[in-house]
């Protein structure tokens, strides 16, 4: 199903693949014969997603301990009716977003005929933050691709800047994928070399990356066979035996120490999300690979997954997300300072403008994959207590009630931050305020109980100056630049008044829920 998806991406004569290929199986709605435009490229990409998605789940789910017997023989007929499975799941993933709406969306259900029924949500959904930090983050993926491709046209400044900053072994592909990795976890490349499960990112990006380019060339290969490829199992995956992987990974230039543990991690196994994280799947012979999944996958988007999945150890990136904040903070010419002078009372960082005292608590989290993630994020945040246990069954304080905690301590022990910013010593702060600073892209507004809630993303937007913009055309016809309501206060001098209203409307958010669409499905 996915090398006859790819070859309406790739491949100019598809009556070609057609006649080599023993089932050429193209869903319903995608007409080969079509004219290849933008909803046509949607609608491959969707149906690509939903079989690799849908694939990975059902075999998480009849997967054994045992590793596969590749040696069984495969008919057509038992192929084709495995779509079926395909179709069940689709049913099951529609059912669970609809449970979704219900239970955290408060959504309407109104019948329309016997079996049809209208699902609407309201303008206030949390479904529509969810798909507002989506699109904010698939922006800011698209400006970092395109501002990449201008540099690589421009000349070999990106090359000669990658060769003197990161590992030589990366590739073109490997160093877009590192720089995408950087910005979705909100470092600078330099940070790349930090290490999460005992592997630097760096390894971890270029591993994965050698696997999509491995599985590419197998299927450069399959499209181009002159003759009918059999349909046996060692013609249609990658099979090597460990040792031959551990080589493999070796000759890409990396250290025997880090490619036996890179495999351990990318086997699958009863932790594993899915196919595009974990694409080893343990057979007789040693590991499979499906290089028709792999080929398209995304690096930085499946090592995301992987590292919630699979509870990967990132014990250093809070730190160094600490480290980078403050050096943010004091590059914009903000005083600043972390408070770790009584235990139990640690604050990340704070600041002083204008004599306002800021108390800023840093969070990092991945980007929630799915709705039900990101509203327990939101439970995290604002302090819905019931859902916040830790490993041991004991309550959790929410990130609201922890920096309330932190301020409160030190405004009735204001001696140390007077130390700590060397304030004469009758000084007192003209006002108080709280910060909780997330990874986490956000969709919506949180502030709660006097404490704001921002995405490290947009409150860099501020700091480094940088206000959003938008090109339109005036009455002569000549484009002009505006900028977007809210980023007036990214310009100028730094104040606490530019800084309390800039938190209030939080453009970037705003900017991108004016064009998010009321919500409404039709359910069967």
Request: charged share 25%; glycine share 4%.
């Amino acid at each position: 199903f996915l090398s006859s998806l790819s070859s309406l991406i790739t491949v100019k004569d598809i009556n070609k693949v057609k006649k080599n290929f023993p089932l050429f199986i193209i869903s319903e709605n995608i007409d080969i014969n079509a004219e290849p435009d933008i909803e046509y490229f949607r609608t491959l990409n969707r149906a690509f997603d939903e079989v690799a998605t849908y694939s990975g789940r059902i075999f998480s789910h009849l997967r054994t301990n045992e590793p596969l017997k590749l040696n069984c023989r495969i008919d057509k007929e038992t192929l084709l009716s495995m779509r079926k499975y395909l179709d069940e799941w689709n049913v099951f993933d529609s059912l669970s977003r609809v449970s979704d709406f219900f239970r955290l969306s408060n959504a309407e259900f109104t019948k329309k005929d016997n079996d049809t029924y209208s699902l609407d949500v309201d303008g206030s959904c949390l479904y529509q933050d969810y798909e507002i930090a989506r699109n904010r983050l698939m922006m800011r993926e698209s400006n970092l691709y395109s501002e990449m491709h201008t540099s690589s046209k421009k000349g070999l400044k990106l090359r000669q800047w990658a060769k003197n900053r990161m590992p030589s072994y990366l590739n073109p592909e490997g160093i877009y994928s590192s720089h995408h990795l950087s910005e979705l976890e909100n470092m600078s490349p330099d940070d790349l070399h930090e290490e999460y499960g005992n592997v630097s990112l760096y390894n971890w990006v270029h591993a994965y990356q050698c696997l999509v380019e491995l599985s590419k060339e197998e299927l450069r290969k399959r499209f181009s066979s002159k003759k009918p490829i059999p349909l046996q199992v060692d013609r249609w995956l990658i099979i090597k035996s460990r040792e031959n992987w551990l080589s493999f990974f070796k000759r890409k230039g990396m250290a025997e120490d880090v490619a036996k543990k890179v495999i351990g991690y990318f086997t699958f196994n009863s932790k594993s999300h899915d196919l595009n994280d974990c694409p080893f799947i343990p057979c007789v012979d040693g590991l499979c690979l499906m290089p028709a999944l792999i080929a398209h996958s995304s690096a930085t988007r499946s090592l995301m997954s992987l590292f919630g999945s699979k509870k990967i150890s990132q014990a250093g990136k809070g730190r160094f997300h600490e480290q980078q904040f403050l050096r943010q903070v004091r590059a914009a010419g903000i005083k600043a300072s972390p408070i770790e002078t009584h235990a139990n009372f640690q604050c990340d960082c704070v600041m002083l403008i204008d004599d306002h005292l800021i108390f800023t608590e840093l969070k990092s989290n991945g980007q929630p994959i799915y709705y039900g993630k990101y509203y327990q994020q939101l439970c995290n945040i604002i302090g819905d207590s019931s859902l916040i246990y830790d490993g041991n069954n004991k309550l959790l304080r929410s990130y609201i009630e922890q920096i309330d905690r932190i301020s409160t301590h030190y405004l009735n022990h204001l001696d140390i931050i007077i130390n700590e910013f060397n304030l004469p010593v009758d000084w007192q702060p003209k006002g108080v305020h709280k910060i909780i600073v997330t990874t986490t892209m956000l969709g919506g507004k949180y502030h709660s109980d006097n404490v704001f809630v921002v995405d490290k993303y947009s409150l860099s937007s501020f700091l480094q100056r940088v206000p959003g913009v938008i090109f339109q055309n005036n009455e002569e016809g000549d484009r002009i630049k505006n900028i977007i309501d809210g980023y007036e206060h990214c310009t100028g001098e730094i104040t606490i008044e530019k800084f309390l209203n800039y938190l209030y409307c939080l453009p970037s958010v705003s900017a991108v829920r004016k064009n998010i669409k009321k919500l409404t499905y039709s359910v069967r």
